[in-house]
């Protein structure tokens, strides 16, 4: 990398060679107007605004797409720019309808803050008053054109970040539109799946959230706060705008970030929607039909009184959510397995997490890390999904799937019983007759792919290279009940691929040898990655991995008998099991603790118990994103609300024990490796 | 020193500029020491006369308001535009969308909450719509132009001082507002 030096506005500013002009200056604190630019999408030029001089060249350049040329001189705040950037900003009011008085976005707007900071007081053209339709088909989204810039953020979002590439543009210059499938309504869309990342990116009020525009706008928000989406196992970052003591609107982070900053629909709706929901705000024993009020120290003895009996028989439980925080395990975990010794303590996600657990744990024992952070997916140049819809459990992992097979080329093989994911795009689709797939399968396509990767050097000539194991292949596909060919074809894309990944789905760890035999495909095929293996489990919530080892039963122990006693903790955000609801219901006395009156959970407890909702905890989830990411306390909890430790503290007075603390964090075990993934071994039994 | 003469006219707005003007409250009384408001919706005025500083608040929709605009202009030595609809033209560029006799059929009888069974559209008795709702600029020359919907009061008081001081001032970044 050629190190290059420019003078920007007099200042010697560093850069490297490729950078654009407008690279250097932000490295260099130099700031230029932008307004279709954003970090992370490519840049375009089109709205002007990031206009420069340079010397000896008599055109004004757009530094957001001009490389920086050792030796330059830049100057980026002559009057001649000002008013050319002014000039840009009268044209852009000029040719649509941008009325700031109704409109929502007044306040957030990028255009108007830019128009403001140029001095415009008044436009010189006359306006055009074209007729543009907005479009309000979408449930959630709505698409003014009549607003819109033409800065193109929004299609390069869908198409870059997203992968939906959703959204396009029709018709010439100023006749030009956003346009969704090559021209339907956005409510008509069949591509879209509203996360809602357009709007976030949008400069202007063109693409709204309704949900938001009703709530407020960022600049009436008292603070953003940071934290991590639980809803599932991604644990995308976001922003949560708050504005007196509500959440009006939560955003992902930068463009630039691996994810593009954005949220799926699950995060960017039920996150809001979901601070609007009915509370439980004091404990409360259940009296007759009804429940009648109590102190937390009454509700605390009478659950300790009815616990201890339940308890000296063996017959106690604890149902916990995987969406609470380490700290929150960690105290779960002190509480019932060490300071109780009780075996029956599990997570919601249990028999899907203990299928990964068990799946994965024959690598975990060789020191290799058998998976891979999320993102990665976005670095491979083979995506293979067994028994996944990344759609459904991880929508996220979906956009990288996408992502990495539309804008990169990346092949896409689908491995499932059911219908193909992501249908349109996948390259070989195998599926399977029956409910699940056979490991059998997996593991005979592992071995043929280890030796051929033995015998074959160069895999350029992956065709021929496939003939000595057309037998092999031929059985694999008997195992399978599909067609010989379509298993060459896979056969053939993971020797040629250098860097494949697997996301297996929750479906694939009903059976945990399916998981076992998915990762031997994946060792034989070298998916290795610099974090671990190129395996992406999709567990089911939040902090899945770090209820793994903290809380996750080693079997299943739920409905096996009736109980006597059942404490639930439940974080109200996904719905229960129907069949756990029938477990619960069946247990004699139930403790639920939750945020929310979810139904029909809390009409089966006996007493109920108020828990901080997401947005008033703090702690930490360990994601598949392989990172250890930080939840903070967005609202502070309001009455009866008390922290878990305060209650688990308490309660374990009453039972007369101590909370024992683990020394390691859930996560330093969940990510730990200690031996090089290249060198893990395949596992046959 | 002579007290500054000053006219102000309300043309097609709502009352949100003049409101916005009241708004100084207390500090009026000091500005009416330096000033007299000699024509307003707010005092007592047949027509305007010569003033020193002459404000507009409100686009140009029919002839009658682009006559006011034109006598205001030419009695005025330093004009003033208040709010978005002069600036900008603001909300009554809703109609510019449809042509002038769509837009009273739209107002006199298309309405759902309207009872016009003879379909009476006034025409010769009140002034003709022009083509389009205008800002002032399309036929005056605007020497200082505040944006907002409405401008504060503040910033219409910061205007009025500056001239006061004898200088054309221009709305800087940190006082102007568009909504």
Redesign the interface.
């Known amino acids: 990398m050629k190190e290059i030096i420019l003078t920007i506005d007099g200042k010697q500013c560093s850069g490297v060679a490729g950078e654009t002009i407008l690279e250097v200056a932000q490295k260099n604190e130099v700031t230029i107007p932008t307004m279709c630019y954003l970090k992370g999408l490519t840049p375009i030029g089109a709205c002007r605004m990031c206009v420069v001089e340079v010397e000896k060249n008599p055109k004004l350049l757009t530094s957001c797409t001009t490389p920086a040329q050792d030796g330059m001189v830049v100057h980026t705040t002559t009057e001649k720019l000002f008013n050319y950037r002014k000039q840009v900003l009268e044209l852009l ?1 000029a040719g649509r ?1 941008h ?5 929502s976005q ?2 957030d707007c990028e255009l ?1 803050r830019q ?3 140029h ?1 415009m ?3 010189r053209y ?2 055009l ?1 074209a ?1 543009f339709s907005n479009d309000a088909t979408h449930p959630e989204i709505q698409l003014d054109h009549n607003r819109c810039i033409l800065c193109l953020r929004c299609i390069r979002i869908c198409a870059e970040k997203v992968g939906a590439h959703t959204l396009d543009l029709q018709k010439r210059g100023w006749n030009a539109t956003v346009v969704a499938d090559l021209g339907k309504k956005l409510g008509e869309s069949d591509t879209c799946v509203s996360c809602g990342a357009c709007a976030q990116v949008c400069p202007t009020g063109t693409i709204t959230l309704r949900e938001f525009a009703y709530r407020g706008k960022r600049s009436q928000c008292d603070d953003a706060v940071e934290s991590v989406c639980p809803l599932c196992s991604v644990g995308c970052r976001f922003k949560a705008y708050v504005r007196t003591g509500s959440i009006t609107r939560v955003e992902g982070l930068g463009t630039e970030e691996p994810d593009g900053g954005q949220l799926c629909h699950k995060g960017r709706w039920w996150l809001p929607q979901s601070t609007e929901r009915d509370r439980v705000t004091v404990p409360m024993i259940r009296d007759g039909a009804g429940y009648r009020e109590a102190s937390w120290d009454e509700a605390l003895s009478f659950v300790a009184a009815k616990f201890k009996p339940a308890y000296e028989r063996g017959k106690a439980g604890a149902l916990l959510s995987s969406l609470c925080t380490d700290e929150e395990l960690s105290l779960f975990s002190g509480l019932f397995r060490s300071g109780l010794k009780m075996e029956k303590v599990d997570t919601f996600d249990g028999d899907v997490l203990r299928g990964f657990i068990k799946g994965l744990d024959p690598f975990r024992v060789q020191g290799v890390r058998p998976f891979t952070a999320a993102h990665h997916i976005l670095d491979s140049d083979c995506i293979v999904t067994v028994c996944a819809d990344p759609q459904e459990e991880a929508p996220v992992v979906a956009s990288y799937v996408r992502v990495a097979v539309l804008r990169d080329g990346a092949k896409l093989l689908n491995i499932s019983c059911g219908e193909d994911p992501f249908k349109g795009i996948t390259d070989v689709h195998v599926t399977m007759p029956g409910k699940a797939i056979r490991p059998e399968f997996l593991n005979a396509l592992a071995k043929t792919i280890a030796s051929l990767h033995l015998s074959e050097s160069d895999t350029g000539t992956a065709r021929e290279a496939l003939e000595p194991y057309r037998e092999s292949l031929a059985q694999c596909a008997t195992i399978a009940g599909t067609d010989p060919k379509v298993v060459e074809e896979i056969a053939a894309c993971l020797i040629q691929a250098k860097k494949p990944v697997f996301v297996l789905g929750g479906c694939a760890a009903k059976n945990p040898d399916t998981v076992t035999a998915a990762v031997n495909v994946a060792i034989a095929s070298r998916a290795f990655f610099d974090d671990g293996l190129g395996v992406v489990p999709l567990v089911t919530s939040g902090n899945s991995l770090g209820a793994a080892n903290t809380v996750c039963a080693s079997e299943s122990w739920l409905g096996e008998e009736d109980l006597e006693f059942l404490y639930v903790f439940s974080t109200g955000l996904i719905p229960e099991d129907e069949t756990m609801l029938a477990s619960i219901f069946r247990t004699r006395f139930v403790v639920v603790q939750t945020p929310y009156l979810v139904h029909p959970l809390v009409n089966m407890a006996d007493v109920l118990l108020p828990a901080p909702a997401w947005y008033e905890r703090s702690g930490h989830y360990c994601t598949i994103e392989g990172e250890r990411r930080r939840l903070n306390v967005i609202v502070p909890p309001k009455g009866e609300v008390r922290g878990l430790s305060t209650v688990l503290d308490d309660l374990a007075k009453d039972l007369g024990i101590s909370i024992e603390r683990p020394a390691v964090p859930p996560c330093e075990a969940v990510f730990a490796s200690r031996v090089a993934p290249s060198a893990a071994q395949m596992v046959l039994k | 020193m002579a007290k500054a003469k000053i006219a102000t006219v309300w043309l097609e707005a709502c009352a949100g500029c003049h409101m916005s003007f009241l708004d100084i409250d207390e500090r009026l009384a000091d500005l009416v020491e330096k000033v007299d408001i000699l024509y307003s919706p707010v005092v007592d005025g047949k027509d305007i006369p010569q003033v020193d500083v002459g404000v507009i608040d409100g686009a140009l929709g029919n002839e009658e308001e682009v006559h006011l605009a034109k006598e205001m202009r030419e009695r005025c030595k330093i004009l003033v535009g208040w709010g978005d609809c002069a600036v900008f033209g603001g909300i009554n560029c809703m109609r510019n969308f449809l042509p002038p006799e769509k837009v009273l059929e739209e107002a006199y009888t298309d309405t759902k909450s309207t009872v016009n069974p003879e379909k009476v559209i006034p025409g010769e008795d009140l002034p003709a719509l022009l083509p389009k709702a205008i800002p002032i600029d399309h036929v005056v020359k605007c020497d200082v132009y505040i944006p907002g919907c409405p401008p504060d009061a503040d910033t219409i008081l910061w205007v009025f001082q500056e001239i006061l001081e004898g200088r054309v001032p221009k709305v800087p970044a940190n006082m102007m507002r568009y909504d």
Request: glycine share 10%; net charge negative; aromatic share 24%.
């Open positions: 009011f309808n009325f700031c008085m109704y409109c007044s306040g108007q128009a403001i900071e001095g007081d008044s436009v006359p306006y008053y007729d």
